[in-house]
């Protein structure tokens, strides 16, 4: 759709196959005055996909639809379950990529705003500099990744590229980097900035523990006592050194008198 009547995207991703396809929703809704502003004015869903032995991405589109008066909820939700119904049901892991701050510390910034790190093999361009990298998705094996770019001078609208990742430690060398930046930006007096940063970490890796324990803190610093709790006992079963850590830690200070935090932190 035109920039001119188009305010803002949204897109998910809706599931990954066995393989390195990932099914995807893009809804286009409209700025004020084009059309009714609830409803999208482009709507796309589909599936983009690399086949074995190759590094070119291929989009095809199972509901297409544009223009005013144009959206259809019963075939949105047909197209999904399509889709799924068609193996494209596997949950990845998200990453966001904050336009904001990152902490002051060697190479961190060029761990968290770099493709680098991913060892891609990208068959095409790769977007301008008009276009910042805002994250993505990873299939279950980190062996393929959804990247989103958002427009710099647009924000809310995207493109999109389907990649091979040749580094498969990547999550977790990336979720590692982004609990890193929550605490230094929480250290700073950015709890604004770290909050999401914890919580992406937390979402890419979950089965890494600092994540998951600094997530945890978090949720602790702003007040999500209950998330916070059950966080930190995701935390402590990964690793139980953080029970631990968590009783002296003057983060959860507003929660360790709870029998539930007691509990988690005896042993």
């Known amino acids: ?62 509901l297409e639809a544009d223009g005013a008066r144009s959206w259809d909820e019963r075939a949105y939700q047909k197209a999904l379950r399509d889709l799924r119904r068609g193996g494209f049901a596997r949950k990845g892991y998200p990453e966001v990529i904050q336009d904001g701050p990152i902490g002051d510390q060697p190479l961190l910034a060029g761990t968290i705003l770099s493709t680098g790190t991913l060892k891609p093999r990208l068959a095409g ?80 890796a979950p089965e890494l523990p600092i994540a998951r324990y600094e997530h945890a803190a978090m949720l602790a610093l702003t007040g999500r006592q209950n998330e916070a709790v059950r966080e930190l006992a995701e935390a402590v079963k990964l690793d139980r050194r953080y029970g631990e850590k968590a009783r002296d830690d003057l983060d959860f200070r507003d929660v360790r008198r709870r029998d539930d935090f007691v509990e988690i932190t005896r042993h």
């Open 1 to 62: 759709m035109d920039d001119v009547t188009v305010a803002r995207e949204d897109w998910k991703v809706l599931g990954w196959n066995d393989a390195c396809g990932v099914a995807v929703s893009i809804l286009s809704y409209p700025k004020l005055g084009e059309a009714i502003a609830s409803e999208p004015i482009s709507t796309r869903v589909g599936a983009m996909s690399i086949a074995p032995a190759t590094e070119k991405s291929v989009r095809r589109w199972t």
């Open 125 to 204: 361009g790769w977007p301008d500099a008009q276009w910042r990298w805002a994250g993505g998705d990873y299939n279950p094996l980190a062996t393929c990744a959804l990247l989103a770019y958002e427009n710099r001078e647009n924000p809310r609208h995207y493109r999109f590229l389907l990649v091979r990742v040749y580094e498969p430690r990547v999550r977790q060398d990336r979720a590692y980097a982004h609990a890193t930046n929550a605490r230094l930006l929480f250290n700073m007096g950015n709890l604004d900035e770290a909050f999401p940063e914890a919580e992406t970490a937390a979402l890419l």
